[in-house]
């Protein structure tokens, strides 16, 4: 687990703990938890003797000014662990025979073994959601995908309806005559076309042949399931991407039919919505309270 910077620290926690000890200890213990924290193995540390006499200001100093070492190091064992060894490893019973001093703060552990079990957590939780993310995105790219391609993600029920509506749209083989890739001759021709809709037609694929005679069959099967106005709008709407389209270019045109005709039909229910509100504000003294509820049925108000 990485070094935090600061350290948890409870006052009233701490003044119970270190009741027992005097001041100078208790100025020794919070020197001692500092280092604590900060060290390798966070909540334990071994010195030399010489390093913890310099940590406490116990260096040089005259033994009959404040209180001894041990009677400090007496102290700290209450609030914590102090371990005192010789130079062999082996425990020593007095601090005169030691020669590394090691003190464990048991609150520190602790607190260290909440920190990484929560670490722990979050971690497992950040890789949750990231994979979760990466899920999310892998589908979104795919959904994109098949929508360029001109699939989109629906049920399969859904998909084989829409790919039956298509079909009706698509040029049929069988009306379209091919010797080659080139030649192509169309058994309905174009002149059975609407006039107004053969005039947005020819501009997009009449130097194309091969597209314009598929547009053709595509228009002429448009035209019988949808209003004239609005497969000529479609035509309008599709001019733009016409240029860029591969030769699979129908399911494109048939996203542009469905939103035109969506949008045009929404615009007359406005109008007529208009309309209506128009003459409900025209008095009309003979107008019945059973016309008033036709009328409120009718525009929603």
Known sequence: MGKLPYMQFYPADWIQDTQILTLESQGAWIAILCQLWISETPGERTWNRHSFEVLLHYEGRNSEHGQSIENTLADLDRVGEVYLRDGDGNVAEQYENATWVTIKSRRILRDIEKLSKRKDKNKKYYDKTKTKLRLDSDQIKTQFSEIKTGRSQKS???????????????????????????????????????????????????????????????????????????????????????????????????????????????????????????????????????????FTDKTGH
């Open 156 to 294: 399969e029920v859904r998909i084989k309806n829409k790919n039956e509506e298509r079909k009706k749209l698509r040029p049929d083989s069988d009306s379209i005559k091919t010797d080659g890739d080139d030649d192509i001759f169309l058994e309905k021709k174009d002149d059975d076309i609407d006039p107004k809709i053969k005039a947005v037609a020819e501009p997009i694929f009449k130097v194309n042949p091969k597209k314009y005679a598929r547009l053709v069959m595509w228009i002429s099967a448009a035209g019988k399931a949808h209003r004239p106005d609005v497969v000529r709008l479609a035509l309008e709407r599709f001019i733009p991407y016409a240029p860029t389209v591969s030769d699979t270019w129908w399911p494109y045109l048939d996203k542009i039919l469905d939103k035109t005709e969506k949008d045009l039909s929404f615009a007359d229910h406005e109008a007529e919505h208009n309309r209506l509100k128009k003459e409900m504000k025209k008095p009309n003294p003979n107008l019945s309270v059973t016309d008033l509820v036709k």
